[in-house]
């Protein structure tokens, strides 16, 4: 079944808001700022923290450790598997749109994916909010690992951050989990039915 050019629009839609979405989320898995303290020169991310106080903190940062078990809170260990899945989920996706111009049958389920893949990585950043709470300072100072992202306040919570500010990392996640709704809708809306 040939397609139309009505019919290619939201394909191509589809697939660039897909590899939009896989790419900031993949970002923002790599991003060292989804918190940044307003105190110290330190922040931290869902696999690295930066404690730089000479230069501004790039890409590759400190890791945590050599495992998921490493990164401090286990709200934060959950959040980097439902991210990480997410991410990886919305990026097969990429590859299996451009295989749904080809073979329209299995158009129906792409978008589900894509629709899953959002929703895993929202789910993440959820996570990682439950997480703030493990970022509270226990001794009033910064200090090395494991304890260092323990840069908020004291009154720092679940949800709530005192002394620190959510960074662009945790920012570039929630939009391309949006965006990933959004990639999930187009997909349903322009589903091609042999």
Request: with cysteine; glycine share 8%; aromatic share 10%.
């Amino acid at each position: 079944m040939a397609m139309d050019s009505s019919q290619a629009w939201p394909l191509i839609v589809w697939s660039l808001f897909t590899a939009i979405s896989a790419a900031l989320c993949l970002y923002g898995i790599a991003s060292p700022s989804w918190i940044v303290s307003e105190d110290l020169e330190v922040s931290c991310g869902l696999i690295s923290y930066c404690a730089n106080t000479t230069e501004e903190c790039s890409i590759p940062n400190y890791k945590y450790g050599n495992g998921t078990r490493d990164i401090p809170g286990i709200w934060w260990q959950l959040a980097t598997w439902f991210a990480c899945l997410g991410a990886i989920l919305l990026l097969c996706c990429c590859v299996g749109i451009v295989a749904t111009v080809a073979c329209t049958k299995f158009n129906v389920n792409m978008h589900h994916f894509v629709c899953l893949g959002g929703i895993l990585v929202f789910l993440g950043c959820i996570f990682a909010l439950v997480g703030f709470q493990d970022m509270a300072q226990k001794r009033g100072q910064f200090t090395l690992p494991p304890d260092a992202c323990r840069i908020c306040g004291s009154n720092t919570k679940a949800f709530v951050l005192e002394n620190c500010n959510i960074g662009d990392g945790l920012i570039v996640e929630i939009v391309g989990a949006i965006l990933a709704s959004i990639a999930a809708c187009i997909g349903y809306a322009s589903h091609i039915r042999p």
